[in-house]
């Protein structure tokens, strides 16, 4: 079983503050990860994708990425309310077409 | 626009009898897959397909089965469903490595 896991929070930060959510994966060999974000009541939407170490940004959200310590982050930036919702990481272990999701990480931003 | 469709939305139905669940995606995706979502226990890989007539199982696919004619839909089958395959299901289209859900199908099994 290939385990992604996340801390499932909740997460509270204020308005205009960074949030960082991690994530940890079990399988050495993964090549991709991306982060998808979740409304109550609605499917998951992608945010982020990244596939090799270090820093990804893309407006507010920078997704960084270690292989080697097995980790794989989000940041938002400036976090706004309409941040809240829940954020899932994806795994897919470069072997084939299963992708692996943690049980995600729920983000309540305060006005 | 580019789409993921899911129908029903919402079912209640009685174990042992046979449904459907339809996908389909405008986007002439070759890679579709079909997940559950229950508390808990996040998204969960139940098939999916590389292109038509090519499936493959995921991490549960126990209870269900699948099929690809078109390269637009991807319908989800339980012949025989029982309570414990009450969930939230989504089905996915896929582009290079990234997903594209449809809207979920929130089924009961009584």
């Given at each position: 079983?290939?385990?992604?896991?996340?801390?499932?929070?909740?997460?509270?930060?204020?308005?205009?503050?960074?949030?960082?959510?991690?994530?940890?994966?079990?399988?050495?060999?993964?090549?991709?990860?991306?982060?998808?974000?979740?409304?109550?009541g609605?499917s998951?939407?992608?945010?982020?994708?990244?596939?090799?170490?270090?820093?990804?940004?893309?407006?507010r959200?920078?997704?960084?990425?270690?292989?080697?310590?097995?980790?794989?982050?989000?940041?938002?930036?400036?976090?706004?309310?309409?941040?809240?919702?829940?954020?899932?990481?994806?795994?897919?272990?470069?072997?084939?077409?299963?992708?692996?999701?943690?049980?995600?990480?729920?983000?309540?931003?305060?006005? | 626009?580019?789409?993921?469709?899911?129908?029903?939305?919402?079912?209640?139905?009685?174990t042992?009898?046979?449904?459907?669940?339809?996908?389909?995606?405008?986007?002439?995706?070759?890679?579709?897959?079909?997940?559950?979502?229950?508390?808990?226990?996040?998204?969960?890989?139940?098939?999916?397909?590389?292109?038509?007539?090519?499936?493959?199982?995921?991490?549960?696919?126990e209870?269900?089965?699948?099929?690809r004619?078109?390269?637009?839909?991807f319908?989800?089958?339980?012949?025989?469903?029982?309570?414990?395959?009450?969930?939230?299901?989504?089905?996915?289209s896929?582009?290079?490595?990234?997903?594209?859900?449809?809207?979920?199908?929130?089924?009961?099994?009584?």
């Amino acid at each position: 079983q290939k385990e992604v896991e996340q801390n499932s929070g909740p997460l509270s930060v204020p308005e205009g503050a960074i949030a960082s959510l991690n994530c940890t994966y079990s399988d050495r060999g993964s090549q991709s990860f991306f982060w998808y974000r979740q409304y109550s009541g609605k499917s998951p939407e992608l945010i982020m994708s990244i596939y090799s170490n270090g820093d990804k940004e893309d407006g507010r959200f920078t997704a960084q990425l270690n292989k080697a310590s097995q980790y794989v982050s989000l940041l938002i930036r400036d976090s706004q309310p309409s941040d809240s919702a829940t954020y899932l990481c994806a795994v897919n272990p470069g072997t084939g077409n299963q992708f692996y999701f943690g049980t995600g990480t729920s983000l309540t931003v305060i006005p | 626009e580019a789409q993921v469709t899911q129908n029903p939305r919402y079912l209640i139905t009685v174990t042992g009898k046979k449904l459907t669940v339809t996908c389909s995606q405008n986007m002439n995706h070759e890679y579709m897959s079909w997940y559950r979502q229950d508390p808990g226990l996040g998204l969960r890989q139940i098939y999916y397909s590389m292109n038509v007539e090519v499936t493959d199982k995921g991490d549960v696919p126990e209870g269900y089965k699948v099929s690809r004619k078109e390269k637009r839909n991807f319908p989800l089958i339980l012949e025989s469903p029982s309570p414990n395959q009450t969930s939230l299901y989504f089905c996915a289209s896929r582009y290079d490595y990234e997903q594209y859900f449809g809207p979920g199908t929130r089924l009961t099994v009584t």
